[in-house]
């Protein structure tokens, strides 16, 4: 056995492997998802890490010396680069307690694994070995999430049950809203047709998990109402919610594919987003959106009592008119009309409007203060922001991930005069209907765009459907940030309008 292949081999797979590790755990906590093993893409990163471990081995081993040093140092020093530079986040990352645990594990495995190269008797079956590690590393760690799982799953409930325990005896009105959309805009406007009649908090941004939640009630100062925000992103995550913060008021918004991933089709996204109303002790004080099938089945399977609102219901949305500087509409109710405008775009929020409307309607407030109080509402991050920039207009529509949302979008984009520029990733974690839901995306894109920019996993389907649908404008495909933005500096002009739909990977 050639003791200086061997520990060159030990060394350099472990400076492979750690960095990948490091990276992979990131993305694990990023994305709060556990891997699946079947995922085309795993499969082929697992190939061509084999390829790339087995050439890192035999190439290695083909030096000696201190060729070999030379050469581990280099491809580590390498592979730590191109780790570091595919990972890279706009956003500030917070490296969690979960995540250390997830690394440790991993570490240890795999370390446990770079060990038994030196127990091989045989330089091969080390270079072999070695190989193997190196391919297997995205794998274990994996399953270094898999092992941990169990402890973090009672971790939470122990966390969990703690704040539900604080907070149970909450002394004000807890009003939640759910959706596949729309959460964040019916909460700001839910809030502020309240303020004058109440005061009111509710939960930060767009947080909508039980640690999100937690931490927005962690500052709650004694305030009347409390509006939180409930996501779901796979069973159970509503009654989980439920029980940190037990509703008095709920609204569902709608329910469209998305997640469809993880929940496998619409209709089991549904039930989930039904079980807030379920919560609920007096179904009458559940508001669903009237113009939207799934809650509209809703109502006449399991909440006769409940209110229906937006374009459609007891509280309707009527006569709505869009122009670049946002929606004007009538707020209707038991005949009673209002006027109503806002600078935000998009005939869903108008239904938005209508729905927060109908629980502060059920919470006394009269529908002319309502009216007065939405034109003060401002248009929420990252979800259809229109701003002006050296005459250009941009659109900030980065939270924009579901396939009706990005069809309301691309309607609004038609008030807008100039050239329309999209740069636009697609709509993600969709699981097997994620390519026809793309190329129905791609033909409403092909009706308004001049040009577009394609980033992301969905951009050969999008490009395919553009082509095959007749779209005459120009199509740039890039793979990153900083290429959308060299794109852009080349093409943009004073009067041109950028549409952003869905956030751009990194």
Request: aromatic share 10%.
């Amino acid at each position: 056995m050639d003791v200086y292949a061997v520990t060159a081999l030990f060394f350099g797979g472990i400076a492979v492997c750690v960095p990948q590790g490091l990276i992979r755990a990131v993305r694990i906590q990023r994305d709060n998802y556990y891997p699946v093993f079947s995922d085309p893409r795993d499969i082929a990163e697992y190939l061509a890490l084999f390829l790339s471990g087995t050439v890192f081995a035999v190439a290695e081993y083909c030096f000696c010396g201190l060729g070999i040093s030379a050469f581990a140092a280099t491809a580590a020093v390498l592979l730590i680069y191109y780790s570091v530079k595919t990972a890279r986040m706009r956003k500030k990352f917070v490296f969690t307690a979960r995540a250390v645990r997830m690394y440790f594990l991993y570490a240890a495995m795999q370390f446990a694994l770079a060990v038994t190269v030196f127990a091989l008797r045989s330089t091969p079956a080390a270079i072999a070995f070695t190989a193997l590690v190196i391919a297997l590393n995205k794998s274990v760690m994996s399953l270094a999430a898999a092992v941990i799982l169990p402890f973090e799953k009672v971790n939470n409930r122990r966390y969990l049950k703690f704040y539900a325990e604080k907070y149970i005896n909450l002394n004000c009105i807890r009003i939640a809203v759910t959706g596949s959309y729309g959460k964040t805009g019916v909460k700001n406007m839910l809030k502020t047709a309240l303020e004058g009649h109440y005061t009111v908090a509710m939960s930060e941004g767009n947080y909508n998990t039980p640690f999100g939640i937690v931490k927005s009630l962690e500052t709650y100062g004694n305030e009347q109402v409390f509006i939180a925000e409930f996501g779901a992103r796979r069973k159970g995550d509503i009654d989980e919610l439920t029980t940190l913060l037990k509703p008095d008021y709920a609204v569902i918004t709608g329910v469209a594919r998305q997640h469809i991933k993880t929940f496998k089709s619409v209709e089991n996204v549904a039930a989930e987003k039904a079980r807030l109303g379920a919560a609920l002790e007096d179904k009458s004080r559940l508001v669903l959106n009237g113009g939207n099938e799934y809650t509209r089945q809703m109502r006449e399977k399991y909440f006769p009592e409940a209110t229906l609102a937006g374009e459609y219901g007891e509280v309707r949305a009527e006569k709505i008119t869009e122009t670049p500087d946002g929606l004007r509409f009538l707020l209707s109710c038991n005949g009673e009309k209002r006027a109503v405008s806002f600078p935000l775009h998009g005939s869903f929020n108008a239904a938005n409007a209508a729905m927060a409307a109908a629980v502060a309607l059920k919470l006394g407030v009269p529908l002319k203060d309502i009216a007065a109080r939405l034109k003060n509402v401002k248009p929420v991050e990252h979800r259809f922001e229109v701003k002006k920039e050296g005459g250009v207009t941009i659109i900030d529509d980065g939270y924009n991930s579901n396939i009706d949302g990005a069809k309301e979008s691309v309607k609004s984009l038609k008030v807008f005069p100039g050239r329309k520029i999209v740069v636009a990733q697609g709509i993600t974690e969709l699981g097997k209907e994620q390519k026809n839901v793309n190329a129905e995306f791609a033909r409403a894109l092909s009706e308004v765009a001049t040009v577009v920019i394609l980033t992301g996993e969905n951009a050969a389907c999008l490009y395919k459907t553009l082509k095959s649908c007749g779209f005459g404008g120009r199509i740039i495909r890039v793979d990153r940030f900083k290429a959308v933005e060299n794109a852009l500096a080349g093409l943009v002009e004073p009067g041109d309008v950028i549409w952003f739909q869905n956030d751009i990977p990194e």
